[in-house]
């Protein structure tokens, strides 16, 4: 097949040839783009949070008791809510996976230095590294006299909390290439030991994946805003997380229940916003595609319609049925080369400027050659009609005006 | 003429309805699109209190100790009571009030009727005034009455209906959490979108339901909502840090009515901050702001990133479209080429066969605004129910609607420009011989 005819033939209809390799050029650019910003809103939502998600329920109440009562309620509803069948384990703590309210501090690694990274606090009211199912990688568990109360670290400045457990991703970010076990860090003027690391475990809400498993677990009970988290085990946790609701509400009716849900509700809600957008984008995507698709149609139809002639005289002169298909065909191939040329500065233009504009990444080399050729099979499949009805065209045609 | 060349155009488009629907459905959806996501980040960015935001500001001042000072940093977005109270009590405004979020669970006194959670807005007495907050009944608290930490309250319009079935609840008492207090006023109807003065609780979210004396508040340990962050090493109970000088949680809106009094506001926060350094409370050299509400609202970069990521996808998406759409145009005006040399020879100007092309092209458009306005409906209905606290605002509005309409017809027309002219070069001649 020889090229030089067809760019000869292009040369005189430049316009529409132009548009075309102009349109993919630009789809290319807005394909690579947004499917970037899909796949990072995927990556996202499938970040391992390090608890035992499809087994743990949380609930939240109210009640209006004086503060001064709160810790032995908590222990009665602990109790309670222990006795509902199928719960194994449970728990409280100020702040959840998930949820919506998060305590945190800045973490340095010598007194008085700046902080190197902003951690959350995870305040375990009991038993909480058990109920979440979290991995110890190194180091313990709590003990149970190794607790102090929440109200005791303002009483005196002699209590201080003195340990905790932290995740691996911390304890990599203050201690690159150094094991963290043992070792102490700074959120005021008092050491805090590291006795224990877990795998992972992610802060309450975040933005970037990378910056989520900066977590630190502290053995201070009775800290304000307790909530419940329940480990279920051999038992429908819907059904579960309604018993335990008439559980709580038996031990002091005037409750006020403000949550109650599952971790895998939880995740869904948390991620719903990344979800729709990415559908969204994804739909975008379909419809630009599907737009440039009937775009390669119509002009290749039209030029089909306008060569019909030439297209006989050819045929007439002893071009195979098949030689005037793959004419059509590397005639877009050409034009759709083009434009994905074309489209790969443009994409690598739109990345540069929306990195510096939003918190986007530079875009990996890898999806410009899956653009190319997803490109590359959107105009084959889009000019084989119509070059199918150019192959068709008959001999006889040239003889005809 | 032009209803002839009207006539023309129509039996143009009619002569291929499928390659006329392609484009009307091409430059609808790019329209659609694009109308949409415009549409949301219209709603966004919007004034949230028009009559006087151009006379209100949020001042900052910069307490942070400077051992982790970087040239270059940006102060605190809040204030400390101490900065709040001194700023109060020097007054440099017309009006100022310092505030909080906060909630409470509210019991009924009803028997039988659940006790639920209210959103309240804790803060000094000013803050009516300064908003433009409409009242219904009553009215809002004195400073005074702030000082003497008496239990008042001023309802919201929707907690009034909730709780008195609507009617004058002025003297009447409601009960949050285990304290009672009197209702003074109830308010009208109001809804600043975006949450301009306290970003903390949500930039998008609904107005408190009920407003209380910042002093009450913290006396009572009523919860706070929204973010606070402390700074040194003092370890301080959560009670110690609300009354404390390095606790930062309030947020504060002065009032001043010309540029002048914005120049004097701004002098006079470098003098506060270096007297606050001359008696030993900051160590920073002057790092204050004064925005205005619009000011803040970017600073603070309130339009969510993907909602701005949508407009530019969209809008790239229409450039495709009308891309599209031009080559589209071209096939199906080159088509009628003979048309075009038959008329030309019997005499029709260059002028009006553009004319007339860009006509059909025009009418294109009309088509593709109306399938573009059906479409961003649709699509703003998918995005009311989206997850998001400013689901509810995406509407249509008429300043929408008439873009959707001339960006329409500018795009079709844009795109009927090229074929136009390339349809109206075509030599008569020509045309004729090979017929």
């Known amino acids: 097949m020889e090229i030089q005819p067809i760019l000869k033939s292009l040369r005189r209809q430049k316009t529409a040839a132009i548009l075309i390799a102009f349109e993919i050029a630009l789809a290319c650019a807005i394909i690579c783009n947004t499917l970037f910003v899909i796949v990072a809103r995927m990556d996202r939502m499938q970040i391992d949070s390090g608890i035992a998600e499809t087994e743990l329920l949380r609930i939240r109440t109210a009640t209006l008791d004086d503060p001064v009562d709160k810790p032995l309620r908590t222990a009665e509803d602990l109790a309670a809510l222990q006795a509902v069948p199928g719960v194994v384990d449970v728990a409280a703590v100020q702040q959840v996976p998930f949820g919506n309210s998060s305590w945190n501090s800045g973490v340095a690694v010598e007194r008085g230095a700046p902080p190197v990274v902003g951690a959350t606090n995870y305040f375990d009211n009991g038993n909480l590294v058990k109920t979440l199912g979290l991995k110890l990688v190194a180091g313990r568990d709590f003990q149970p006299e190794e607790y102090i109360n929440f109200q005791d670290l303002f009483s005196t400045d002699e209590t201080f909390v003195g340990m905790a457990i932290i995740t691996q991703a911390l304890a990599d970010r203050l201690w690159p290439g150094e094991p963290a076990l043992g070792k102490a860090f700074y959120t005021d003027t008092d050491p805090i030991r590291v006795i224990g690391i877990v795998d992972t475990l992610i802060r309450p809400s975040f933005g970037d994946p990378g910056d989520a498993p900066m977590s630190v677990i502290y053995p201070v009970r009775h800290a304000p805003g307790l909530e419940y988290l329940l480990r279920v085990r051999g038992a429908e946790p819907d059904a579960v997380l309604k018993q335990a609701e008439v559980a709580l509400r038996d031990v002091h009716p005037g409750r006020l229940i403000l949550h109650a849900s599952t971790f895998v509700e939880m995740r869904e809600r948390f991620f719903r916003g990344d979800r729709v957008m990415a559908m969204l984008l994804i739909g975008v995507i379909v419809a630009l595609l599907i737009v440039t698709a009937l775009g390669i149609v119509g002009l290749a139809s039209f030029w089909v319609q306008r060569r019909r002639r030439q297209i006989g005289v050819r045929r007439a002169l002893g071009a195979t049925r098949g030689a005037i298909l793959r004419y059509f065909q590397l005639e877009n191939f050409l034009i759709v080369t083009a434009g994905v040329a074309a489209g790969m500065f443009s994409a690598y233009g739109v990345n540069a400027w929306l990195m510096q504009h939003y918190e986007l990444e530079r875009l990996p080399l890898y999806y410009l050659p899956v653009a190319a050729v997803s490109l590359w099979v959107l105009g084959q499949l889009s000019v084989l009609q119509p070059a199918l009805r150019a192959m068709r065209v008959p001999p006889a045609l040239a003889t005809r005006a | ?435």
């Open chain 2, 1 to 435: 003429m032009f209803r002839y060349y009207a006539w023309l155009a129509v039996r143009g488009l009619r002569r291929n309805p499928v390659l006329t629907g392609l484009m009307v459905l091409a430059i609808g959806i790019g329209i659609g699109a694009s109308v949409t996501t415009i549409t949301v980040l219209h709603v966004l960015s919007g004034d949230p209190l028009p009559s006087k935001s151009d006379v209100l500001f949020y001042p900052q001042v910069d307490p942070e100790d400077a051992t982790h000072y970087q040239p270059g940093d940006q102060p605190p977005d809040q204030l400390t009571y101490v900065d709040a109270m001194n700023l109060l009590r020097d007054a440099r405004g017309k009006r100022q009030a310092a505030m909080s979020g906060g909630g409470a669970v509210l019991v009924p006194d009803q028997a039988g009727v659940d006790p639920y959670v209210v959103e309240l807005r804790y803060s000094t007495a000013d803050i009516f005034g300064l908003f433009d907050i409409p009242f219904l009944h009553g009215s809002g608290w004195t400073a005074e009455q702030d000082e003497a930490r008496e239990r008042v309250v001023v309802l919201s319009r929707r907690l009034n209906q909730r709780l008195f079935g609507g009617e004058n609840s002025v003297g009447r008492e409601i009960r949050l959490s285990s304290h009672r207090f009197r209702v003074i006023g109830v308010i009208d109807e109001w809804r600043p979108n975006p949450h301009f003065y306290d970003l903390t609780t949500g930039a998008y979210a609904d107005s408190e339901e009920a407003f209380l004396p910042l002093e009450t508040s913290i006396d009572l340990d009523m919860g706070r909502n929204g973010d606070m962050s402390c700074f040194g090493s003092e370890r301080m109970s959560p009670e110690e840090q609300q009354r404390s000088g390095t606790c930062m949680w309030l947020q504060y809106w002065v009032e001043l009515e010309s540029p002048d009094a914005r120049a004097d506001y701004e002098r006079y926060l470098a003098n506060y901050s270096e007297h606050q350094r001359e008696i030993g409370r900051f160590e920073r050299s002057f790092n204050g702001r004064l925005h205005s509400v619009m000011e803040w609202l970017d600073y603070k970069r309130v339009v969510p990133d993907d909602v701005q990521l949508q407009v530019w996808i969209a809008f790239g998406f229409l450039v495709v479209c009308i891309v599209n759409t031009i080559g589209l145009m071209l096939a199906k005006f080159l088509r009628r080429e003979g048309d075009i040399g038959v008329r030309r020879a019997l005499g029709a100007t260059r002028r009006s066969v553009f004319t007339q092309y860009l006509l059909e092209a025009g009418m294109i458009g009309v088509g593709g605004a109306v399938v573009g306005l059906l479409l961003s409906l649709v699509g703003l209905a998918a995005v009311r129910m989206q997850p998001v606290d400013y689901a509810g605002f995406a509407r249509l509005d008429l300043s929408m609607f008439l873009m959707a309409v001339g960006l329409s017809l500018a795009a079709s027309l844009i795109a009927g420009l090229l074929p136009a002219w390339q349809a109206c070069r075509i030599a008569p001649a020509l045309q004729l011989k090979t017929e």
